[in-house]
């Protein structure tokens, strides 16, 4: 199907911003691009924030409890996207998909406020302070009043990687998530090419919406802090996954980045790992960064999946 029609009716609100400008220096109508398309009600959930230690300092994380979750409920870390650079505890993408999940799982969510990459921070800083997370957070179960053998990690497009790299740890380490849950995931570099057809689609987008071979370089360079000498051990798309935890996989249909999670997937299952993947239909790169309402149903469909609903 083509790009959302709500989705490309707002095209003309970006038509002149540039790949990479920082949300602070976005004009006012660019803003507009990102608002909720129709009105939203949030779950009921209670929401907590707080800081644990980490090896580079405090680590802010914010918990979501649901209301109606039982004893032993499932728990997730949750990591998310910005390119490395950018995004905090309060994007959508991080508090909303928290509420919602947190909601669906009837369980708990922590979302997990790393470092962001810049000249003086990069791997393996920021990816440090996910895999202490998720230390605090399997220590903390007992506390949390969740099933220390039902947590999972995950997170969006870079925090994905993150995610998918802290659980690449644990399982070396012999404590591995229940599963591992990813949103339009970026774990690859150089990224994979997607289908002509789909590529065709995503020439005629807004340039500020690509993940073009520039763009993805200059992401992972920021990270790294440099594009050769790519640690394989921590790079969920050069290791070794053999044990990796089952995974489920998010794709936007209409993303550049969309090769990355079905490649990862290719890669599981070479070596038997479980992992499902759902394409969310005329969703491009980030739809998660929209709260879910009746008039776009593929971000609430993206998040049933992710929760196993």
């Known amino acids: ?29 660019a803003l507009a691009f990102g608002l909720p398309y129709g009105d939203y009600r949030a779950p009921a959930v209670a929401i907590e924030d707080t800081a644990v230690d980490g090896p580079h300092g405090a680590i802010p994380v914010r918990i979501y409890r649901a ?22 505890l309060d994007m959508p ?82 404590r591995p998530p229940a599963s591992v849950l990813l949103a339009y995931p970026a774990i690859h570099f150089p990224t994979p090419a997607v289908e ?34 790519i640690p394989a051990a921590e790079s969920p798309g050069l290791a070794d996954l053999t044990g990796y935890p089952p995974v489920r996989i998010v794709v936007s249909e209409f993303d550049d980045l969309r090769g990355s999670g079905e490649l990862f997937a290719q890669q599981l299952a070479s070596v038997g790992v479980t992992a499902a993947l759902t394409v969310a239909e005329g969703m491009l790169h980030g739809h998660l960064n929209i709260p879910p309402t009746e008039a776009l149903p593929e971000v609430g469909r993206s998040l049933d999946f992710l929760a196993g609903r």
């Not at 199907?1 to 109508?29: C, K, N, S, Y």
């Not at 071979?213 to 440099?226: K, S």
């Open 67 to 88: 209301e109606d979750r039982g004893p032993d409920a499932r728990a997730l870390l949750w990591a998310h996207g910005g390119g490395f650079t950018g995004g905090d």
């Open 196 to 229: 002509d057809a789909t590529a065709a689609v995503l020439r005629t987008l807004p340039s500020a919406l690509r993940f073009t071979p520039g763009v993805a370089t200059a992401i992972f360079a920021a990270y790294l802090g440099r594009i050769t000498a």
């Open 93 to 174: 993408e991080a508090h909303v998909v928290s509420m919602e999940l947190a909601a669906r799982l009837r369980g708990v969510v922590v979302s997990v406020d790393y470092r962001l990459a810049s000249d003086a921070v990069h791997h393996p800083v920021p990816v440090d302070d996910v895999a202490a997370a998720w230390d605090w957070l399997v220590g903390s179960a007992e506390r949390l009043g969740v099933d220390p053998a039902r947590i999972a990690t995950g997170g969006a497009s870079a925090g994905a990687f993150l995610a998918a790299s802290a659980a690449l740890r644990a399982v070396a380490a012999g």
């Open 1 to 29: 199907m083509p790009v959302h029609p709500l989705i490309a009716a707002r095209f003309p609100l970006i038509a002149d911003v540039l790949p990479g400008t920082p949300v602070e220096q976005l004009p006012e109508a």
